[in-house]
């Protein structure tokens, strides 16, 4: 056992990291929950071990889940932007060039980049990113993830696997400290306002300091 594994139950990543500064240039981290099927976080795991990642499996409880977000943050909470957009390009050319535009100017600005996903006009983004020199951070729920494992390596520096969708959209806000929906379809509108209103409405955005320590 690690000692950042070591370390996590009691305080997170952040002692054995640095503050959440990663140890590893490529990170993946599995939440399981008692139930989850474990042929396919073995498959997942395997996949990413075999691409080069510093893979790491623990239960999905709230204290990881701010351990997670902790140490795959490169910063601040309120650096990192988390972008929902489509995954197809639409039909306007022009929409295109400002969303290059926007995601230079954020990612220059400072501003650390989290995308669900890598086709379409989140491909768009990531090729962006990618092109500074920046890492991109996503997170998958373990049904997306075991029906796209050989798609998960592709682009992304950092990876977090959920159980399930509920935890998903929590590690988003956890990770973030904005998000910016783009024109898309009815998924960016379901992840991207219905999701977050909704989540704001019964009060489990996930940023309650009391919950979540000062920083988050």
């Known amino acids: 056992e690690s000692q950042i594994m070591k370390k996590s139950a ?4 952040t002692q054995a990291t640095g503050q959440g500064q990663p140890v590893h240039s490529k990170i993946a981290v599995i939440l399981a929950e008692p139930n989850s099927d474990q042929e396919i976080i ?29 140490l795959l943050r490169t910063g601040a909470r ?9 995954s197809g390009l639409g039909n306007d050319p022009e929409l295109v060039k400002k969303t290059r535009k926007l995601i230079r100017e954020v990612s220059m600005a400072g501003y650390n980049t989290i995308c669900p996903g890598s086709e379409g006009m989140m491909g768009v983004i990531v090729d ?17 993830a075991q029906a796209y494992v050989e798609k998960l390596e592709a682009k992304f520096d950092r990876i977090v696997v959920a159980p399930n969708e509920r935890v998903r959209q929590k590690l988003y806000h956890l990770l973030s400290g904005a998000q910016i929906a783009l024109p898309g ?12 209103y909704q989540n704001a409405q019964i009060g489990i955005v996930y940023r309650n300091p009391k919950k979540f320590g000062p920083e988050n």
């Open 128 to 144: 962006e990113v990618k092109k500074l020199g920046k890492p991109v951070t996503s997170v998958f729920s373990l049904d997306v």
């Open 185 to 196: 379809g009815t998924g960016t509108m379901t992840e991207g306002a219905v999701h977050y």
């Open 78 to 86: 309120e650096k990192s932007v988390c972008y929902i957009a489509g």
């Open 10 to 13: 009691k305080n997170g990543f």
């Open 42 to 70: 073995k498959r997942i795991n395997d996949y990413l071990n075999k691409n080069n990642y510093d893979v790491r499996q623990m239960d999905s409880t709230d204290e990881n889940h701010l351990a997670t977000a902790n």
